[in-house]
């Protein structure tokens, strides 16, 4: 009978843009971006009657199942969204959210500007890393959070996440700290949707398509992250208790399903997303002369474009967005020049007001060698400035300077986990040698380091 009565149902391998068909698939719609329209997928036959099994056979291509939601007016959704974060979040947040909505036009931007970042947001624990990530999947329609790709995942396993998503972003949370080095050299390959080649056991050459970008929540900070790596990213740095979320309303899953209603309204952008890319660049190179850096807020900066279009209004001024996140992106610019110098000095000042203290804050080892405990310099540096800093800052800001020679901190028994400069050109600092006794720790450091 079924031999008789055959019927086609349309199965797509990749969620996300169909570019033949020029539709957006989601796992419960398809949205067809050219005649605005919105229908079921699968759009199976209303005489094919399936039990539970069968239908769940016909779905084996991608075990992700986003749902887009429907209602009369997105456009109160995408409003109350955007009055939310705007009220809560600060501009880098508000930039590394447009991005990853833009992420839904990621072959537009591959193909005619100079590249799509990705978005990483580390820091604190309980800042708020998992509550923003979660918010942008349910943009997307991922509201069962299991469905988020794993931070333990393996390099392979990540690309081959990217693969078989188009222009859907993969979302990763709680990158696991082995896992770091790889993330960046992935970076480098996703920004450009560079596709990664190796042979089989048989001989054959086997190609891993990049087709989207990607979106990570991390508790630990990329030590060894050039300038080169920081332009390919939009790097969100949170600190516990930095907002407040107490009352932030997409905690929900029934808040968060909402969410997904808007999408399609941006989707429909798609003819028009490269127009508003172009004048948002040309605005953000006026307070920006680093062209990759342009690129990637300009790409933040239309999908706000979009989103005050849709609106009517102006929500946001995208002019002041990347005034306010270029101040903060300052640090992340300046990482080449000479902070390092200025470090040293205050390392010095400090010494000298007898609040940083040889042998319990830092040493001087095999007589060029600064080895010095960042925790602790930081609450020195806070107590008698009055002005608070992170360790990750000072790494950040030294991380490409010639003279340090590890910023990945090794146990040292006076001080603890110190970093490693080499400041055999700095006699101002190592004149402290002359002023202090060589301790019996230092001696066995001295040593060890030698041997």
């Not at 991005?99 to 036009?105: D, K, M, Q, S, T």
């Not at 329609?141 to 993969?170: W, Y």
């Not at 590890?406 to 006699?427: F, M, Q």
């Amino acid at each position: 009978m079924l031999h008789n009565n055959l019927k086609s149902v349309v199965i797509y391998t990749n969620l996300g843009y169909q570019p033949r068909e020029n539709v957006y698939v989601i796992g419960n719609k398809k949205i067809f971006v050219e005649n605005q329209t919105i229908e079921d997928y699968p759009k199976l036959p209303d005489d094919l009657h399936l039990t539970e099994e069968e239908t769940l056979q016909i779905l084996p291509a991608n075990s992700l199942a986003p749902e887009l939601y429907e209602c009369e007016n997105p456009e109160i959704i995408l409003e109350e969204f955007a009055e939310t974060v705007i009220k809560t979040f600060d501009a880098p947040v508000l930039m590394a959210i447009a991005i990853v909505i833009g992420c839904c036009f990621f072959d537009i931007f591959i193909s005619n500007v100079q590249g799509f970042p990705y978005v990483i947001f580390y820091g604190d624990s309980n800042a708020g890393k998992s509550t923003i990530i979660h918010m942008l999947a349910a943009i997307f329609g991922i509201t069962n959070m299991t469905e988020l790709t794993s931070g333990t995942s393996t390099i392979v396993a990540l690309r081959a996440q990217l693969e078989k998503m188009n222009d859907f972003p993969v979302f990763i949370e709680e990158l696991d700290e082995k896992r770091i080095q790889n993330i960046e050299d992935l970076g480098k390959d996703v920004f450009s949707a560079v596709p990664r080649k190796k042979s089989s056991k048989d001989g054959k050459e086997i190609v891993t398509e990049i087709n989207t970008s990607f979106c990570i929540g991390t508790n630990h900070f990329f030590e060894t992250l050039t300038f080169a790596n920081f332009s390919r990213c939009i790097p969100i740095n949170l600190r516990r208790r930095q907002f407040d979320l107490s009352n932030f309303e997409y905690h929900s899953k029934e808040a968060l399903k909402k969410l997904s209603c808007f999408l399609p309204k941006i989707l429909f952008y798609r003819d028009k997303i490269l127009d508003f890319y172009r004048e948002q660049y040309r605005i953000a190179k006026i307070y920006c002369d680093y062209a990759r850096i342009c690129n990637n807020v300009a790409i933040g900066m239309a999908v706000w474009s979009i989103i005050n279009d849709i609106l009517k209004k102006e929500v946001l001024n995208t002019e002041n967005l990347v005034k306010d996140y270029l101040d903060y992106f300052e640090l992340y610019l300046d990482t080449e020049i000479s902070y390092c110098d200025v470090f040293l000095s205050d390392v010095y000042n400090l010494f000298n007001k007898k609040e940083l203290l040889y042998g319990r804050e830092f040493l001087i080892t095999k007589g060029k060698y600064l080895r010095i405990n960042l925790n602790k310099y930081c609450t020195v540096y806070q107590s008698v400035y009055h002005k608070k800093l992170h360790p990750n800052e000072i790494k950040i800001k030294i991380a490409n300077d010639e003279r340090v020679i590890s910023l990945k901190t090794t146990d040292i028994k006076p001080i603890g986990r110190a970093i490693k400069i080499d400041i055999s050109d700095n006699e101002t600092l190592l004149d402290i040698l002359n002023r202090v006794s060589k301790t019996t720790e230092a001696e066995e450091v001295d040593y060890e380091e030698t041997t």
